[in-house]
């Protein structure tokens, strides 16, 4: 199974290398934002299962805490979403590749972080709802902006043209709908685990 996680996670980070090839230069925030969710909240978990207990389990290496890994990714996440950053990265694409790079090891620090059993998995509930809670914040900010944070006029959206706040707002609305559900999917898979556990260990008690 481990094995399987960690070839279609890498699979879909070719996918999404391609995607990110094709849609460069477009100006179009949608397809930045496909690629950032299709990285972090479906590839990274993905390849963080796939390496669990391999030399590649890197929270193990570094003592990183669940919530400590998703203050990281906070970091990471915000400060390539700052508008001067954003423009950097549009005109260069080593510098969009060093970004999304970034993304990739923020998630997979993070997912390997709250999937490793001797953290807790109460302390990786928290941590991906937190996560959670900081995507929702930002794809709110996006999608509601007034106005267009990074630049202005059309964009081109995997070959269609559309207005640069309108071009924002969906991808605003993909950083909602893709990231912050993925993270609080599996703060809820996580935190059922918590529970089930709690319930067998007061059926054991009882027995005894």
Aim: hydrophobic residues 55%; glycine residues 12%.
């Amino acid at each position: 199974m481990k094995r399987l996680a960690r070839i279609l996670g890498l699979l879909l980070l070719g996918a999404l290398g391609a995607i990110l090839l094709m849609s460069f230069g477009g100006g179009s925030f949608t397809a930045h934002m496909i690629v950032h969710m299709g990285t972090v909240a479906i590839a990274a978990p993905l390849i963080a299962y796939g390496l669990r207990g391999t030399v590649l389990d890197l929270p193990d290496r570094v003592g990183m805490t669940s919530m400590l890994a998703s203050l990281v990714e906070l970091a990471v996440v915000w400060f390539w979403h700052l508008p001067a950053l954003r423009a950097i990265a549009e005109a260069s694409l080593a510098l969009s590749l060093v970004e999304q790079a970034s993304f990739l090891v923020a998630g997979i620090l993070l997912w390997q972080t709250c999937f490793r059993p001797n953290e807790g998995r109460l302390a990786g509930t928290i941590g991906l709802l937190f996560t959670s809670m900081h995507m929702t914040l930002l794809g709110v900010l996006l999608a509601l902006a007034p106005r267009p944070l990074y630049g202005g006029g059309d964009v081109t959206c995997f070959g269609i043209s559309l207005p640069a706040a309108a071009d924002q707002q969906i991808g605003g609305v993909v950083m909602l709908m893709v990231g912050s559900l993925a993270y609080l999917l599996g703060g809820i898979l996580l935190l059922a685990g918590v529970l089930r556990d709690g319930d067998g260990l007061a059926v054991e008690k009882r027995r005894c």
